[in-house]
């Protein structure tokens, strides 16, 4: 179940993100984007995640990943077994669609890690199996965070809708401790 909830969130968090006009391209990868109770964001650590054209529309929930994170380490939560999980799984989290995996979903990571890889000056599936890695550790620390404040999930549409709201109040809660750098 825990597996399968993962899987969704990681679906989800890649897939929010939409399309903004912003011009991000004026920020170098060590600027600030954003400070959340004193840990730094940076464009660079956006711009690995998100497409320039979604890094501004995608800080919100970036900045609620960051916060939950901490919860779990200020809970003393053990998230220790998950985050060795990843690293034992690394090379099986990361499976870059085939050429001949000919479909919307098969023919969209691969635009998204050519994209990004260019970018970043990586190899497309060396690049993807990074941020699988990266997405799959923040989704470790928002879930443990959730499972903490509202128990074991379900896929209904009921939790993940108290999932959204635990995230949003979190945020709302200590919307006075996060500065927001960039625009």
Do not use: W
């Not at 597996?3 to 993100?17: E, G, P, Q, R």
């Not at 890695?133 to 928002?142: D, G, M, Q």
């Not at 499972?147 to 979190?170: F, R, V, W």
Request: proline share 2%.
């Amino acid at each position: 179940m825990r597996t399968l909830f993962c899987f969704m969130f990681l679906i989800c968090f890649v897939m929010t993100a939409g399309c903004s006009d912003s011009d991000i391209a004026k920020y170098d990868d060590e600027d600030v984007a954003a400070i959340v109770r004193g840990e730094e964001i940076t464009v660079g650590d956006l711009r690995f995640l998100f497409l320039d054209d979604q890094i501004l529309e995608s800080l919100d929930g970036t900045i609620k990943a960051k916060l939950a994170e901490q919860e779990v380490k200020r809970l003393n939560i053990d998230v220790s077994q998950e985050l060795q999980e990843i690293q034992e799984m690394k090379h099986d989290i990361g499976i870059y669609p085939p050429e001949d995996l000919d479909t919307e979903f098969g023919e969209g990571i691969r635009e998204f890690a050519e994209t990004q890889a260019a970018k970043l000056g990586m190899d497309p599936e060396e690049y993807f199996e990074k941020y699988l890695e990266r997405n799959h550790e923040i989704s470790v620390y928002v879930i443990a965070y959730i499972e903490e404040m509202l128990g074991e999930p379900t896929t209904d549409e009921e939790y993940m809708e108290k999932a959204n709201k635990l995230l949003d109040d979190l945020a709302d809660e200590n919307a006075d401790e996060v500065q927001i750098l960039i625009k």
